[in-house]
């Protein structure tokens, strides 16, 4: 597989506080990778070490194969875009002129693709607008078109959504997907909001404390929190003896409920249970979710 970012043993220290401890990472070209963790996790900080805005205590990483360390590094970078924090944006101008600004910093002469760009983003129609009275969503966009500015192939996106109204948030995803479908961008998105990153992400990076805790991708994880049948019943003693007889593979969540995993013969089920007098209340498809997947990585405590 083709890596856009590959990080090996990376460390970040602050003081004598470890930030990043021994991080490896692989963002595979074409992805939307999530990299999530909770707050005060380290995903910030990875963030600035591969944007080049600090230097990685040990470790390195490699951008399209340039290593961190090399010469061309710099260069490397101009093909990467990144909203890390807040929007670098200015708020006493309109949208084209932030674009024209970050051309101008990028040195690259005239306006041509700004309004193509201000359109890509969806805010085409802002005219003379100041960033100054952008929604929070519109400023996000904003910034996202400036990062956008030097045409790159990889997004790195710090936190996009945090704060945004759900409007914001569907646009924000709408914008994300556009880009990486269309315009083939690999995007790094770092969020601890799971329900939005599993609308979203190919691959996923989780991180706990500075660690890497698993790297997978979302095909893979999809098959691990599998689907299961929650079966409530009047007798949960009966229903554990079938589902044993039956050899299925089940928990049971409380004194009427177990969940089932693998193919149910419903009808089977019913049946067995009916001969033990037990009676069946429901049977539900359950789909153990993203976050219960990282509450269990990471050993409880359920805020992502
Ligand atoms: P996240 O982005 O996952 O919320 P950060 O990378 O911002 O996490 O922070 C990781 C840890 O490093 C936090 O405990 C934070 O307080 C600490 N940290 C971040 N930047 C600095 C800094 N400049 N000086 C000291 N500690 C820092």
Do not use: W
């Not at 990144?82 to 708020?91: K, L, Q």
């Not at 079966?231 to 007889?245: C, E, G, K, M, W």
């Not at 007098?277 to 269990?296: F, G, M, P, S």
Request: glycine share 10%.
């Amino acid at each position: 597989m083709e890596y856009i970012l590959e990080t090996e043993g990376l460390c970040k220290s602050y003081g004598h506080f470890q930030a990043l401890k021994d991080l490896s990472m692989h963002v595979p070209k074409g992805s939307i990778y999530g990299f999530v963790g909770k707050n005060g996790a380290g995903k910030t900080t990875l963030i600035r070490l591969i944007c080049g805005l600090q230097l990685p205590t040990a470790g390195s990483y490699r951008l399209y194969g340039t290593e961190s360390t090399a010469r061309e590094i710099t260069k490397t970078r101009k093909r990467m875009g990144a909203v890390v924090e807040t929007p670098a944006i200015y708020y006493d101008m309109t949208a084209a002129e932030n674009i024209r600004q970050q051309y101008r910093v990028l040195g690259r002469p005239g306006k041509a693709g700004v309004f193509e760009l201000l359109e890509l983003v969806g805010l085409g129609g802002t005219g003379k607008k100041k960033a100054r009275n952008f929604s929070l969503g519109m400023r996000q966009r904003l910034g996202i078109a400036v990062a956008l500015a030097g045409d790159p192939d990889f997004l790195v996106l710090d936190e996009p959504v945090n704060g945004l109204d759900p409007q914001g948030i569907v646009e924000i995803r709408e914008l994300i997907l556009r880009l990486n479908r269309e315009k083939n961008i690999t995007v790094l998105i770092s969020s601890h909001i799971l329900d939005e990153l599993s609308r979203l992400a190919t691959h996923y990076g989780f991180i706990d404390r500075g660690s890497m805790l698993q790297e997978i991708s979302a095909k893979d994880l999809e098959n691990v929190c599998r689907k299961c049948v929650r079966v409530t019943v009047s007798d949960i003693n009966a229903l554990v003896q079938v589902l044993d007889s039956m050899g299925m593979e089940h928990i049971i969540r409380s004194d009427t409920a177990a969940d089932v995993y693998g193919t149910v013969d419903i009808t089977e089920l019913t049946l067995a249970l009916a001969e033990k007098n037990c009676k069946v209340a429901a049977i539900q498809e359950q789909d153990e979710t993203l976050e219960n997947y990282y509450i269990n990585l990471v050993g409880g405590d359920s805020h992502a």
